[in-house]
């Protein structure tokens, strides 16, 4: 019995396996049918994102045109603005030109730039513009309408436009920033706009016209033009290194609109050196190495960073400091450095100029030293024993020759 029934699930098995293996065509079949395209032949269509939109009057709009290839073969497609509403011009671009037709490869979407200008006193109201897009046999079409809804503006920022070429400047407390504003009348008429500032106490901030040095609280700017307009700020001279925001307002009537600057304190870089007495002279002797001290002081109110020191000399003398590099000065801080001058061995009598450089990161300071470079006080030795035995030898002679 266990044999049989062994031998029967062999069977069923491989009764399963034929029935799997004869619906092997039919599956494969199945599946190219679900890779067929299933788009039509040939289709095109013409559209935007949005088919209405509301925009202030004397607004320009601007927007993509969509023209999408639904079909399976590529084509040429002519596209069309085929009516204009009064008062307004429409203009089709791709790029830098105007388009009249476009190929479209099959399954692809292009992008034409669609711009819709109105003329000056447009009324509000509603605009129709129309567009049409054909295959070059004219066989297969698209229709497309646009409605530009034009409202009257309301009083209020709409209605002026401030941009900033560049709202932040950096720089040392002791310069002048100046930013540089663009005010736009987007209303209707020509109007005055009134000009204000606020920044940091203490701080002077002044409007310009641009490239003029002369002050201005207010201008007149035409309907739907622009005017440049300078800001110049001039922070106090003790304003610490940091962010100062400054607040600029414009207002005409009841439209307002204001712009946030930035300014970017560094601080200020200075270096002060000398001797701690105020004497810039030092007597030496040749080839004979001279000390004296040197203070180097932060005046600035930024930290003044990898300090070296250098000089120029005569030839064939030397110099060296200790230390020979000061990592960081605080703002008020001072060290003191010991400067060696050793002139050289050949050195003749007399005066000679040494300037010790004190260089930091963004400021330097130079101080000249006067050497007095003197003979050893061992040739005046020298030169008094010298005269003494003359003398004496000059006294022998005298009183020999006396005798005879």
Known sequence: ????????????????????????????????????????????????????VAVPRGETVQMDMSLENKGRADENVDVRITSVAKGWKATLKGGRFQVTGMYVPNGKIKTLSLILEPEKGIAPGQYQFKFAAKTVDSKFTSDYTLTIDAQERKAGADNIQINAAYPVLRGQTDSKFEFSLEVTNKGDVERTFNLAASGPEKWEINFKPAYEQKQISSIRVKEGQSQTVA??????????????????????????????LTVNLTGTYRLDAGTPNGILSLEAMAGKPVTFSLFVKNNGSAVNRNISFSSFKPENWETTFKPEKVEALA??????????????????????????????????????????????????????????????GLSILFVRMGRR
């Open 231 to 260: 800001v110049e700020v001039t922070p106090t001279q003790n304003a610490a290194s940091g962010e100062y925001p400054v607040l600029v307002r414009i207002s005409s009537g009841d439209s307002k609109a204001e712009v946030k």
């Open 331 to 392: 703002p008020g801080e001072m060290k003191q450095i010991e400067v060696t001058i050793k002139p050289g061995a050949q050195s003749l009598v007399g005066d000679y100029s040494v300037g010790v450089m004190t260089t930091g990161e963004k400021a330097d300071k130079t101080v000249e030293m006067r050497v007095t470079v003197k003979a050893s006080s061992a040739w005046g030795w020298i030169g008094i024993g010298l005269i003494i035995l003359v003398i004496l």
């Open 1 to 52: 019995m266990g044999r049989v029934s062994r031998l029967r699930k062999l069977c069923t098995a491989a009764c399963i396996c034929f029935i799997l293996l004869g619906m092997l065509p039919a599956l494969a079949l199945a599946a190219e049918a679900d890779k067929k395209d299933n788009r039509p032949e040939r289709g095109i269509a013409l559209y935007t994102d949005y088919s209405g």
